[in-house]
């Protein structure tokens, strides 16, 4: 009992025993080789094929339908050897000079697909070099790992554009032996051998894992493509596993616009109380650990390929990670809530003039918070008195204003919000901001500040100096850090719609003027001059 | 010198001139040009003629067409030109030539 093959030959359909068809086989593969270089090779081929479906048609009958090996023996004793098939000497000549030049002295490069383990592309380099698979196989893995996975797209690129080595010709050529119809027979005997071996080892594989790979190159696609997911997944997942590492181990928080500030300082000058902080947190873990596991995992697990799965993991994962959202919601909120009423309280005082028509403004040393340790961020600056943290804002604004006839003026306005009128209106009481008059010279502190144990609303202080039309207004030491200030019009003139600058007085001779040099600064100081260098 | 490919290339040699003046007599598929050959111990394999066909077909020497057959696939019915009508005469005149020379140097 034998096998059969239905095979088309020249059109017509026969059925003929396996050994018969690999010598069949062989044999047309040995005379196409004559025909390597002939531009009618399809043709000479066909022809040939069929003369011989016609030999074969001449062998069949109603008692004969299959063809056997001795019949393909008789029918290439017909035909011919393959050498037979050559026109003359010169060609043979000249196909004996081909097959030197593209076997023995120039090796191409293919992929192969018969030692392949995602592409063959690295089995292909390792024939085109004569190397060991391994060694282009490592060098390719290490490459993928300094890369951070990037140099896939390489060896994508690699696979994309080489062609693999599909034919005996091209699979001699990729191992550089030259090709000739003694190589290609040989070939072919290995081939079917080892195929043959494969196929059994494949088919005793595959009946034990019992499962089917249909399509090789679909699952080798597959396989790639969940290595690219998987890679990229890890990276995700420990991206967000450090950015919370950083936002709550090195409690960095300057991402979300608090520059300079940490969580207890947030906790001690915002929040009512400390349980707010640790909801905040234990929400903002949820809310970034529970894609970051997810990534991971999911990343993983394309990694190594497994099909286990933790069970109930993902629903898990989606409840934390909304209830992480509805905490930070919640808390987020209920805090802006605490901003939303605010209380404004103006201040006027008097000021009489001593002497000339100048007022003279100063701000005075830094009274309470010299010396102490203060952290400087956007709400101004922060300095710690006991446990807690004290606000200490400097969003001092001052202001000169055209005022009444003959009337010097300060008014200090204060601001603050809560979550009530009367809770805006009792932190605006609390708000502490010191100056002194001294005939005419107003001198500022530099900031204000709240009690200890009041939290940051809102608090601000704004001043506006009225001074009366035609008068002067004298910037004094310090008056940078409180105005924005220019130094060379250090005496100003108020007009009739603010500072009148065009109108100048330095000219005149100032008797009284005074030149002071300090360590850090030099002053010109007179009755209409007052300028100030700093050394920076 | 092996004797056997010396008497294959001196036929394979002659062998288009033949194939030509079995064309002359009329269109012929491959078989009965092959039948001719084969009758005149001209060839004692077939393989040979089908290249050969194709490049006296390339060259404009030989034409052909599809005919339906009987039994079978459709044949190749092959025909000469004039092209080629002129190349045989051409060859013609030398065989007969390189026959002359040849029985004069073969004379005792």
Request: one cysteine or more; glycine letters at 8%; proline letters at 2%.
């Amino acid at each position: 009992m034998n096998k059969t093959i239905s095979i088309n030959l020249g059109g017509s359909v026969f059925n003929i025993e396996e050994d018969a068809f690999v010598m069949l086989k062989n044999y047309l593969d040995r005379i196409k080789q004559n025909f390597v270089n002939d531009d009618a090779q399809t043709e000479i081929m066909h022809d040939i094929e069929m003369r011989i479906a016609e030999l074969f048609a001449e062998r069949m009958n109603d008692r004969k339908n299959v063809m056997v090996h001795s019949d393909v023996q008789e029918i290439i004793s017909i035909m011919g050897r393959p050498e037979d098939y050559k026109l003359n000497d010169d060609d043979e000549k000249n196909t004996n000079k081909a097959f030197a030049d593209n076997g023995n002295s120039k090796r191409r490069i293919f992929r192969d697909k018969d030692d392949a383990i995602a592409g063959g592309v690295c089995a292909g380099l390792s024939h085109y070099f004569g190397w060991d698979p391994l060694i282009p196989r490592l060098i390719v893995v290490f490459i993928f790992l300094i890369s951070g996975g990037t140099a896939i797209l390489g060896y994508i690129l690699f696979w994309a554009l080489v062609p693999a080595a599909e034919t005996t010709a091209e699979k001699l050529r990729m191992r550089g032996e030259p090709v000739n119809v003694e190589n290609i027979s040989r070939f072919i005997n290995e081939e079917t051998k080892s195929a043959g071996e494969r196929i059994n080892k494949w088919g005793k594989k595959t009946a034990a894992s019992g499962r089917k790979h249909s399509n090789e190159v679909i699952s080798t696609l597959g396989r790639v493509l969940a290595i690219l997911f998987g890679s990229i997944l890890v990276f995700f997942g420990l991206g967000l596993l450090s950015f919370l590492f950083i936002t709550l181990v090195v409690s960095d928080i300057s991402m979300f616009g608090f520059e300079g500030t940490s969580w207890e300082m947030l906790s001690s000058l915002v929040f009512n109380n400390d349980g707010t902080l640790w909801i905040l947190l234990i929400g903002f873990c949820m809310m970034i650990g529970a894609p970051a596991i997810a990534f991971l995992y999911l990343g993983l697990r394309l990694l190594v390929n497994t099909d286990k799965l933790i069970k109930g993991l993902g629903i898990s994962l989606i409840s934390l990670f909304v209830l992480g959202i509805l905490l930070c919601l919640w808390e987020g909120i209920s805090t802006a809530k605490e901003f939303s009423r605010d209380a404004m309280t103006k201040n006027f005082v008097e000021i009489p003039a001593a002497k000339g028509d100048t007022l003279h403004l100063e701000t005075m040393d830094d009274l309470v918070f010299t010396g102490r340790q203060s952290h400087h961020n956007n709400f101004g600056d922060l300095v710690k008195m006991d446990s807690n943290y004290t606000y200490y804002g400097e969003p001092l604004h001052l202001e000169v204003r055209n005022g009444e006839a003959g009337v010097y003026k300060l008014e200090v306005r204060k601001r603050s919000h809560g979550r009530s009128i009367n809770q805006a209106n009792e932190l605006n009481s609390h708000i502490r901001y010191d100056y002194s008059v001294l005939g005419d010279t107003i001198q500022f502190a530099p900031n204000f500040w709240t009690p200890t144990g009041d939290r940051f609303r809102g608090q601000c202080v704004d001043l506006i100096v009225y001074v009366p039309q035609g008068n002067y207004v004298s910037y004094g030491k310090n008056m940078n850090l409180i105005t924005w200030f220019d130094d060379e019009k250090a005496v100003r003139r108020m007009g009739e719609d603010g500072f009148d600058d065009s109108e100048d007085d330095s000219d005149a001779i100032d008797e009284d003027a005074k030149v002071l040099i300090t360590e850090d600064s030099v002053i010109i100081k007179g009755k209409n001059i007052d300028i100030k260098t700093k050394r920076n | 010198m092996d004797i056997e490919n010396a008497k294959a290339q001196m036929r394979k040699g002659v062998l288009e001139f033949c194939i030509l003046s079995v064309l002359q007599r009329g269109e012929a598929y491959p078989s009965d040009i092959l039948s001719a050959l084969k009758e005149a111990k001209m060839i004692v394999v077939e393989g040979t003629i089908y290249p050969l066909l194709t490049r006296l077909k390339n060259d404009g020497l030989l034409t052909y067409r599809w005919e339906e057959s009987v039994q079978g696939p459709p044949r190749k019915y092959y025909n000469i030109t004039k092209d080629g009508t002129q190349f045989h005469g051409e060859l013609k005149k030398t065989w007969d030539e390189l026959a002359l020379a040849v029985k004069q140097t073969q004379k005792p």
